[in-house]
Structures are given as structure tokens and as C-alpha cells.
């Protein structure tokens, strides 16, 4: 079993895509489950599903496959889910709201703490019981009501900046919808979302 | 050279990113780059630029880099955006009125020709100037007023039923925010979004 420091990226990235898997099969009763049944569901080979599996030190038992709920603790755990973080959503157009709404029903994982607008008509309103304050307090109050993550929704130019004052606040990790990658420092972490570029791969794929 | 179809699917992947950079710097007035330099502002390796170019015959001058319009010009091209693609939204939750605001205004190449949904208050609205219409009307009105892609940001239960009115109405692509892997015959081509996927990578790296 290799640490779980060593895991690669790339099988990081799959872990969500298990758990939503194996959270369905929950849901309809199922408890247990083969690589071959989970790679006819989730589409990556058995192989490739044994191997990312290994990474944390198997769980699977030969001939009896994989117990679902017990995998899905370890994955959730693995994934840090079973601790709550709070969530500060910056920018209040229909993608933070999305956001701000889907966060807080999606999982117990994540609550969203504060919410941020620069627009007056907004500020002041409510979205899932939080109000939105002015985009001019968030260093104020963000140091005294500290977030683990911080969601930037806010148009492209204004971006870099309210992520200089999440990192001064203390967030661990940045959601970035605006179409700009971000610099911070090597201990923030900054998964920079291009919506976008999955449209333009359509088109590649509906041309050839 | 490659023939096209041979081109990766992460070659494909990057491209977008590739055109993001691109057209940051055209609009900086930047007339050409060294793959060194797009390195820098793209966090991918120069020679995996390189690679990745050499995969549409180069582009690049030995010594001068690659001009900046023309590589613009050529990614474009390969992406298939010098074309329009018609975009049929179906779902008026936050995500989809985020997309269809977001479609029209950030590329010419994909229109919102129709939106549906299934509440009896959104539809007759209008969104970027186009009516909602009732979803139980979408299998009519699409065989006679055909869209490239189906965009889905319908409830997880509701999204397969509405994928199969979309490939009956002969949609090539679909881009589906369900959190569900949709079953799509292989002409059509589906890209499932799972947004919450980057949230859950984000905790995992906060811990670890």
C-alpha cells in the first residue's frame, strides 16, 4: 500500500466518480459489487478499477468483490468527506448561485458560510439562509469568520484579486469558475473550472 | 502529421486551454510566443507544447515561436468553432440559465436556438431572448427546428428520458450536467459534467 501522499492526481479525480457510483448502487440496495459490474457502470476497465483500488490497500475480497458500503466510507474518508467545510461563494450571478444552492444539499461535507456581491441590489438578499455582503467587507470579516474554501465566481478581471484576499484569510483551497488560472501559493490549493472548454471539445468531437 | 482523428483525447482536452491563452494574449496585443513562454502562462511543459502542436504539423519557426493569430487561427479551426452550432437547453435551474447566458455571449459559435423546462411558472419566460417552452412539447419542436447539441441540466431521474428525445431528434453532442453517465448510442457523443467532482478533489487535497 503506497502512501496516500503518493496517489496521483489522476486517481484522485476518479475517486468522486466511484463514489457516486457506489453511493447509487447504495440507494438501490446493492451490497456487493465486482470490479468487472463496477466497470460495466462507471466505464473505466476492471484492471484500472483493482489498480486505483490497491492504492489505498485493496478492500476487495477474490471471489466475493467488493462490499459497497464499506467501500464507500473508505473513499469518503480518503477524500477528507467526513469532516464539515465551510465555504465563503464570491460573486452572485447564476453560476454562484448554483453553486451556493447545490453545495448545500449536495452534501453534509460543505456548508456555505458567507456569500460575497459587489452589486448593491444584491447585497443584502438571501441565498440558502446566508446573507450577501458587500465584496468590500470580505477581508474584514472573512478574518474573523474563517472558511476553508473559497468559490470564485466573479468576472474574469476581478478574480486574481479576491483570490489575493482569500489566500490572506487563511482558505486552503480556491473553486474557480472565472476563465483564468490563478496564481497562489504552493500551500493553497487552486482547482481553476473552465465550463467552457467542455463545449469546445463537443464541437471537436461532433466535426470528426 | 497526424491524421486528425488520431489526436488524443487529452490533446483534445488541452486545446481549449490552449485557445484560452492564446486569445489573452492576442487581445494584450502579443504577436507571437515561444513554447517556453506559453509554458509559463499555461503550466503545461514547452516540450509537451511542442508534442501537442507537432500533432497539427507544427506551426512553429525555429527561433521566432509560433505566431500568436495564426496558431489562434488553426485551434480554432481544429475545434471546429469556425462554424455555429444551434444549442437546445432543457432545464431552467440555475445551471441552465447560467449556461444559456454564458453560450451566448462567450463564443459566436454556439447559439441557443430553443430552452425547455418543465415548470408550468418558467415556461413562456424568455432567457437570452429565447421563450421556454413546455418540455413536453421538446420531441415536436425539435424534429422540425433541429439543434447540434443538447445541453442537460434536468434533475439526475430525468436526464436519460430527456438524453433519448435529444438522440431521437438527432443531436450529435450532448452536454449533460446530471449527475448521472448517460447511455448514448455512438454517434452521439456525451459529455457528462460532474461539477461537484472538483469540490470533492479540493477537500481530498486540503487534508492531505
Known sequence: ????????????RRLPHYLRALED????????ISSSELSEII????????????????????????????????IRTILGLNREYKICV?????IG???????NFYEDSFVVSSIFDADPTIVGTEIVGVKVQDATHMLEYLKTHP???????????????????????????????APINLQVPPNVIANNVHLFD?????AYYINH
Open 97 to 103: 448561485y448554483a453553486v451556493a444552492n447545490f453545495s
Open 147 to 177: 472558511v476553508d474554501i473559497g468559490v470564485i465566481t466573479v468576472p474574469k478581471d476581478a478574480a486574481q484579486n479576491v483570490a489575493d484576499i482569500l489566500v490572506e484569510c487563511g482558505v486552503k483551497g480556491i473553486w474557480n469558475f
Open 43 to 74: 466505464g473505466y476497465t476492471a484492471s484500472q478499477i483493482r489498480q486505483d483500488f490497491n492504492h489505498f490497500g485493496g478492500f476487495g475480497l477474490q471471489g466475493y468483490g467488493y462490499n459497497v458500503t464499506h467501500l464507500t466510507m473508505e
Open 1 to 12: 500500500m503506497k502512501g496516500i501522499n503518493d496517489i496521483s492526481v489522476a486517481v484522485i
Open 90 to 94: 464570491v460573486g452572485c450571478g447564476h
Open 25 to 32: 448502487l447504495s440507494a438501490r440496495g446493492v451490497e456487493r
Open 198 to 202: 467542455g463545449l469546445q471539445s463537443l
